[in-house]
């Protein structure tokens, strides 16, 4: 089983920017695809980000598509998640998820494993 932890999360104005962190606790990694999720309070688990195991495919929900971008490092077993141009809407609680399938879905029932969530806030 593979663990993953997030990291980056925090507390920025509204058009700022940051970059959140998933590190994988093994090699396993590089044949999994990823994506990010984020989930309020009382709310389902939204899809932000999608990329495949090699990293060529990749897909994004539309309130987030041309702000955000995902990447991956396998070699270091990291995957990023680029957000710019942030928006108060952006705050919650972010999520990275691995889909041992290779599955680029944004379907949150397909991924196997997932961390344990990093905040943003996104202040106006």
């Known amino acids: 089983q593979v663990h993953l932890v997030e990291s980056g999360g925090g507390l920025v104005q509204a058009g700022d920017s940051l970059r959140l962190s998933c590190t994988a606790s093994?090699?396993?990694?590089?044949?999994?695809?990823m994506a990010w999720f984020r989930q309020g309070q009382g709310k389902e688990r939204d899809f932000v980000a999608a990329?495949?195991?090699?990293?060529?495919?990749?897909r994004y929900a539309v309130s987030v598509m041309g702000r955000f971008t995902i990447s991956r490092d396998n070699n270091n077993n990291t995957m990023y998640l680029e957000m710019n141009r942030l928006k108060p809407e952006d705050t919650t609680v972010y999520y990275c998820?691995?889909?041992?399938?290779?599955?680029?879905?944004?379907?949150?029932?397909?991924?196997?494993?997932w961390g344990q969530g990093t905040q943003v806030t996104v202040s106006s």
């Open positions: 990329i495949n195991a090699d990293g060529v495919g990749t």
């Open positions: 093994d090699r396993t990694f590089g044949r999994y695809s």
């Open positions: 998820a691995a889909n041992r399938d290779n599955l680029l879905t944004s379907n949150y029932a397909s991924y196997n494993y």
